[in-house]
């Protein structure tokens, strides 16, 4: 049983650019949630979505948005990139509130 | 602002001794988490304690949760190099179960 993949492993984009981020939950999971690591930081939550649906959010510009498919995999867009988008973006996958699976992440970076 | 805050925010210890790393946060809590980070990468989930919890043993892995001191604590017993990592509490809190809150980490670095 493949745990939670994400896609791309490395990434560097230029200001302004947009950029789209995959993850596919591990299998019976419904939910899929989104962090931003900073370096040295700890994770910060993006969103959350559940039923194609967002259901949460964090403290995030609308730049950032995203979409879950029917398949329960999600994606992770970011337009207008700045430099301070340059970080490990992190997805979770998880039945609701239940515990937390993590995959590798995207490394971001802005240039 | 965060919510979970460890203590301390690096460690270094020798192979074979037992490593605690603390953690406060700040509203009531549904449950609290541990994760470990090795390099930047994906974070493993350890262990998770309720709040109606006060204590829970995996492996080499102890946790305690105080609630009426808004705490928790980590202990690794009989620590390896492998060992070496970050370690992340997280808390889901109690009003709106919103998702996990994460503090800085506590950078575990275990010496052979």
């Known amino acids: 049983d493949a745990g939670v993949t994400q896609s791309p492993t490395h990434l560097i984009k230029t200001r302004g650019q947009q950029v789209t981020l995959r993850c596919s939950p591990k299998?019976?999971?419904?939910?899929v949630s989104w962090y931003q690591q900073a370096l040295g930081q700890g994770p910060q939550f993006i969103f959350q979505?559940?039923?194609?649906?967002?259901?949460q959010r964090g403290n995030f510009p609308d730049r950032f948005s995203g979409h879950q498919f029917p398949n329960y995999s999600s994606e992770l867009n970011v337009n207008a990139l700045l430099l301070g988008d340059s970080a490990l973006y992190l997805c979770?996958?998880?039945?609701?509130?239940?515990?937390?699976?993590f995959g590798p992440g995207t490394r971001l970076t802005v240039l | 602002s965060q919510q979970g805050e460890e203590d301390p925010q690096a460690l270094s210890i020798q192979e074979g001794e037992n490593a605690t790393m603390n953690c406060s946060y700040k509203?009531?809590?549904?449950?609290l988490q541990w994760y470990r980070q090795n390099s930047g990468r994906g974070l493993v989930h350890l262990i998770l304690?309720?709040?109606?919890?006060r204590e829970k043993h995996s492996g080499r892995l102890r946790v305690t949760l105080d609630t009426s001191k808004k705490s928790s604590s980590l202990l690794i017993t009989a620590s390896r190099a492998a060992d070496t990592a970050s370690y992340f509490c997280?808390?889901?809190?109690?009003?709106?179960?919103?998702?996990?809150?994460f503090g800085k980490g506590t950078r575990l670095s275990v010496i052979a």
């Open positions: 979505y559940y039923e194609e649906e967002e259901r």
């Open positions: 299998s019976g999971h419904d939910t």
């Open positions: 304690i309720r709040s109606n919890e």
């Open positions: 997280a808390t889901v809190t109690a009003i709106g179960n919103t998702p996990l809150v």
């Open positions: 979770a996958s998880s039945l609701w509130l239940d515990e937390q699976f």
């Open positions: 509203t009531s809590i549904n449950n």
